[in-house]
């Protein structure tokens, strides 16, 4: 599997947010973080977000990578699809390269909030699934910085993909209340002020056909160069 370690230049967090996500996922609670039980804190359903990450192509970018495991749960269009994961841990990119390894990923070390040097590599599709709200800063500025480092490698006519926790204008369970706390206050998440319209707004700055479609807390997101 080919690595490549890129300079995320210097940008404030990165692909782990304020709180080292990529670790915790591969430590002793990296269970409560899978993202099918994600998708349940944001009250949301596993499955309408497998059926999102649907839209990958066959020439597909993944960052954020975490357990890989929508990556392992979706339908391709191919047989032997190339995907590309990029995330700046390296626990991360090696869990998600062991899951889905028939496809014998490339993996790339990056932070996605600063420059990202990709070659003259190109994607059909990008997703971001469950990152934004791991990132520091306003909604409208993380979405507009990664798709400002990713816009440039997403085909003409791609699609940038993803889905998010929102913390405003949404309702979450008792559960999910009580883990946006702990995570928000330890650095893992960073989206209490975290909404729909600058979600969309961040993604508008640099593509078109901008959709955002909110299941309970959980924002699906999607959008075309």
Known sequence: VPVVVADGGD?????GGGGDLGGLLHG????????????GLGGGHADLAVQHVGRTDRHHLDVGVGTGWFLDHCRWPVESPEITLLDLNENSLSAASDRI???APATVEANVLGPVDLGDARFDSIGANFLFHCL????EWKAATVVSSLRPYLSSGGVLFG???LGRGVTHNLLGRRLMRIYNRKG?????EDDQRGLEQGL???LTDV????VGAVALFAARA
């Open 136 to 139: 520091p800063g306003g909604l």
């Open 11 to 15: 940008q404030p967090g990165g692909v």
């Open 211 to 214: 959709e955002v479609e909110v």
């Open 163 to 165: 889905s998010t926790i």
């Open 188 to 192: 893992i998440f960073s989206n209490v």
């Open 28 to 39: 002793p609670a990296h269970r409560l973080l899978d993202p099918e039980r994600l998708a």
């Open 101 to 103: 390894r028939r496809f």
């Open 204 to 206: 508008a700055s640099k």
